[in-house]
């Protein structure tokens, strides 16, 4: 069974005034098994961002559905749904949404307090995580005193606290420079050694090409996937190129 | 130039979240500015009473210019807001390529829009309200001579002239700021990082002593005189240390709780701890400085309100009595003749006796160091404030005034006072007495108004000691009092006193007569009524307008500091949200946080009053008033009415604050 299956979602914005509609998802089918590292690339506009907000169910979709584990995320009742956020996903954004009001110890530990954790416990899981993400020594610090690079992988240590059984990533690299993005992939491709599912949303090629899998969306629909199988990195990065000029320059997947 | 006139109107109202309470605390300020000096400039308020008084028109002219004074502090306050509010807007036209002199031209443009809106509006309300404002200070000054509402050009145009020049202040103070910034630090202005709040132990300390200190002087007063001297030094002292505290203080004691890590890190006290350290570095001043003005609100409304209450009781204290006869140098051989002839001029003005007393005793400056009395022979005038009132009576005076007896033996003596003494003991001079402190006060109820009194009730035997230690035994000044009421109708009351009062002595025949005075209620009362009445209700009427003004203040403060959190918290709330957060428990963290930083100032102010209570009782018996009782709950009154409009004023900045966060 896969650990996510998204069934033909649909997604449908209307302007205020009910006059235009926007379609940012038409259909969008596709899975993700446990363990597995899924890029999904497309450009500016083309629902990537809101794929990834109606999975991590910070959205409502307008039809279709999607499962984790098997079970519909729809069914969950609009109150247990903060709940199984902080239970069950863990987030990385683009702009690192870290609170300027806590350390950064603080900010790792957030998700865990507001399910009630006991801060023994807190205390336990995050040393080895902070090793791992080499943030030990920035534990104590404010996020406005640190790297963007520091302040992501601090997010990721924030995401991974709650041992999520699925990462989610929104343009992780997004405000990063070259070193410090390779240094987060580089993270990001060893917790997935780990056996932890990540989804990652990106439009960079250097991003996706670290995933086991990538999956392209245009206008609202899965519009190619690329399976790495025995591809090294630089091989997927030359294949994602040449579907990327494809798909941006409007022809049809080969 | 209409471009420049669009664009400014747009920039109202596009800001006009924060341009509308702006405004508003303008027309309000205008129109309360412009009715009391419209009051003070009336041509009759110079001489209300026939006499040339002109007390009412000075009190209301201080009134005007401390409207005059908070109206500036409270439209640079908001002006500030707006400023910090619209600096990224400033920025990006900036960068759009608009011109600093545009964006100036635009601004003036605003200014001008502003200053009209707030002056038309304000003096609108003022011109329909003033006949209003007139009628409440007639009818709670009582006044009776015929007064007639004016209109005053020179209140007009010391009222537009004043606030034009605010409001011009304010516009140069943003296009200074806009001239000297970078367009880039003004679009990325409001979003440089937050350093995290220290301890500031100097301030916590130097907050500590001196709200201490502010609060010892207030408790441990015990001398009504001295009290009215160290007041305003005590309220320098709080206002000081309340500042330092909620600056200092409230960020250690939060500090503290989120070392306790069992309490920090629970859902709840997690996000509501952080959020408060960080509101408290930024609001420390604008909750102190709304604690401040809750505390002046409630300590003008409610000493005012008592004034005006206690008028009738301040009245009875001046007269105790329908005829009060004083005289200086009457022995105790001439006190039978003074009393003869006192009653006959009563009978035959048709008036019958009743409640008599007659005595003669020795009045000197004392000097009260807890138990020990020190008489003052040459007390100096100019700084006499340490100095009571020391009247002293002997035993058979008492005996035969009150039909009590006292069998006083030597070294023992009765003690009236009106503040308290708590001693068994007490030594005049060298001579140490046993004391029984007489609660009734029956002879003191006989001197008149003034506070810190004392009456010592001594064998004869006891007095001669005294006099002779202070060496003024046989040439001591003695007094005679005579006290009754009267029967006769106000005319014959007032006869009697024509009688017996004459070129300031008191005449008894040819042979004998004495400087004196007597006090006839008949004759005095209207007269003393009517002038404490416009007295008090003056006051009242200016403390009125100061309490609308500062609950004004207050409020603005509270609406601001509401909004600019509402847009700060708005993104950690989005945050906290995607992390796993459901909106009710965000909702029920903000609720949390707000009620703390909202209702903390209020408790601040209520203590503040409680702690200030004793003071303000002893400033009211300075001005006559002894009704400590009725003074309570004229305070609790005010308290519960301020605490409702504060909830009020709460409920409604809350559902901006909830707007903006969502």
């Known amino acids: 069974m896969p650990l996510l299956e998204v069934n033909q979602l649909k997604k449908t914005y209307v302007t205020r005034l009910g006059s235009v509609k926007v379609e940012a998802l038409k259909n969008v089918t596709f899975s993700v098994d446990e363990g597995e590292y899924v890029a999904i690339m497309g450009e500016s506009g083309s629902g990537k961002t809101t794929l990834l907000n109606l999975v991590a169910t910070l959205d409502r979709p307008t039809g279709g559905e999607i499962l984790l584990e098997g079970k519909s995320v729809s069914a969950i009742p609009e109150k247990n749904l903060a ?27 957030l998700p865990l307090v507001l399910s009630g954790a006991n801060h023994k416990e807190m205390e336990a899981r995050i040393e080895p995580l902070a090793e791992k993400l080499h943030i030990t020594d920035i534990l104590k610090k404010y996020p406005y005193e640190i790297s963007g690079g520091q302040k992501q992988r601090a997010a990721v240590a924030r995401a991974l606290m709650n041992h999520p059984a699925m990462l989610m990533a929104d343009e992780p690299t997004g405000a990063l420079d070259s070193k410090a993005s390779d240094q987060l992939l580089k993270l990001f491709a060893e917790i997935n050694r780990e056996k932890q599912t990540i989804l990652m949303v990106t439009h960079s090629a250097r991003a996706a090409c670290r995933a086991s899998r990538v999956l392209f969306i245009r206008d609202g629909e899965v519009y190619h996937q690329l399976y790495r199988g025995q591809m090294t990195d630089d091989e997927l990065y030359h294949r994602i190129s040449e579907t990327w000029t494809v798909l941006t320059t409007g022809g049809e997947a080969t | 130039m209409p471009f420049t006139l669009r664009f400014a109107f747009s920039g109202i109202l596009k800001n006009r979240q924060i341009y509308i309470p702006y405004l508003l605390t303008g027309v309000v300020n205008v129109a309360l500015f412009y009715m009391l000096a419209t009051l003070a400039y009336h041509s009759k308020m110079q001489n209300l009473f026939d006499s040339d008084d002109d007390t009412v028109a000075k009190m209301l002219g201080y009134g005007v210019w401390i409207v005059g004074l908070f109206s500036l502090v409270f439209l640079f306050y908001s002006n500030s807001f707006l400023l910090k509010h619209r600096q990224k807007e400033f920025g990006l036209y900036t960068v759009l390529g608009m011109g600093r002199k545009e964006i100036a031209r635009s601004l003036f443009c605003e200014f001008l829009m502003s200053t009209g809106i707030a002056l038309a509006g304000g003096l609108l309300i003022g011109l329909l309200l003033n006949r209003l404002a007139f009628l409440l200070l007639i009818r709670i000054m009582n006044i009776k001579t015929i007064l007639k509402p004016e209109f005053s050009s020179k209140a007009m145009l010391t009222t537009a002239v004043l606030f034009a020049c605010i409001f011009f202040v304010n516009f140069l103070r943003l296009v200074i700021r806009i001239a000297s910034s970078r367009p880039i630090e003004l679009v990325h202005g409001s979003n440089t990082g937050e350093k995290e709040p220290r301890i500031k132990w100097i301030l916590l300390i130097l907050g500590l002593a001196s709200l201490g200190a502010g609060y010892t002087l207030a408790l441990t007063q015990d001398h009504a005189a001295k009290a009215v001297k160290t007041f305003f030094f005590a309220v320098l002292l709080v206002i000081f240390g309340t500042y330092c505290l909620f600056i200092a203080v409230s960020i250690a004691v939060l500090k503290l709780l989120r070392r306790k890590k069992s309490f920090y890190y629970k859902p709840g006290n997690f996000t509501a701890v952080s959020g408060m350290l960080y509101r408290m570095k930024q609001n420390g001043v604008g909750l102190a400085s709304i604690s401040i003005l809750s505390t002046m609100v409630l300590l003008t409304i409610a000493m005012t309100v008592s004034l005006v209450v206690g008028i009738d009781g301040f009245l009875k204290n001046l007269f105790p009595v329908d005829l009060s006869v004083t005289a ?23 008036n019958t006796v009743s409640d008599e007393t007659s005595y003669t005793y020795y009045w000197y400056s004392g000097r009260v160091d807890r138990n020990r009395i020190e008489i003052v022979l040459n007390p100096d005038i100019f ?45 005049v001079g060298h001579m140490r007495f046993s004391v029984h402190r007489n609660e009734d006060a029956k002879m003191l109820a006989y001197e008149a108004g003034e506070p810190d009194r004392y009456c010592l009730i001594l064998t004869q ?19 005679y009092s005579y006290n009754a009421n009267l029967s006769g109708t106000k005319e014959q009351q007032i006869a009697c006193a024509e009688a017996l009062f004459k070129d300031n002595s008191i005449v008894v025949d040819s042979n004998l007569s004495a400087r004196g005075y007597a006090i006839s209620k008949a004759q005095d009362f209207d007269q003393a009524a009517s002038a404490a009445t416009a007295y008090y209700g003056g006051l009242f009427f200016v403390g009125i307008f100061l309490g609308i003004v500062f609950l004004l203040g207050t409020v603005l403060i509270i609406y601001y500091k509401q909004i600019s959190e509402g847009y700060e918290d708005a993104e950690r709330f989005s945050v906290m949200r995607k992390v796993g957060m459901s909106q009710d428990e965000i909702r029920s963290t903000i609720r949390r946080q707000i009620i703390l930083v909202f209702f903390l100032p209020l408790l601040v102010a209520v203590v503040h009053i409680l702690v200030a209570f004793r003071y ?7 001005m006559g008033f002894e009704y400590t009782q009725l003074f309570l709950l004229c305070t609790v009154g005010c308290i519960l009415v301020f605490a409702l409009v504060y909830g009020a004023v709460y409920l409604l900045t809350a559902k901006a604050y909830y707007r903006i966060v969502k």
Do not use: C
């Open chain 1, 83 to 109: 709940k199984f956020r902080r239970d069950r996903l863990g987030f990385v954004f683009q702009d690192f949404n870290l609170l300027d009001t806590f350390n950064i110890r603080d900010n790792i530990y």
């Open chain 2, 328 to 350: 200086i140098w009457v022995s105790p051989e001439n006190e039978a003749r003074f009393t003869e002839a006192i009653r006959k001029t009563i009978t035959d003005s048709g």
């Open chain 2, 383 to 427: 700084d006499d404030e340490d100095d009571n009132q020391l009247t002293i009576l002997t035993d058979t005076a008492y005996e035969k005034n009150t039909g009590e007896s006292l069998n006083l033996k030597h070294g023992e003596a009765v003690l009236e006072s009106s503040s308290d003494f708590a001693y068994d003991t007490m030594s």
């Open chain 2, 461 to 479: 035997a006891d007095i001669d000691l005294i006099l002779m230690e202070y060496g003024i035994d046989g040439k001591a000044k003695t007094y």
């Open chain 2, 616 to 622: 303000m009782t002893q400033i009211l018996q300075m």
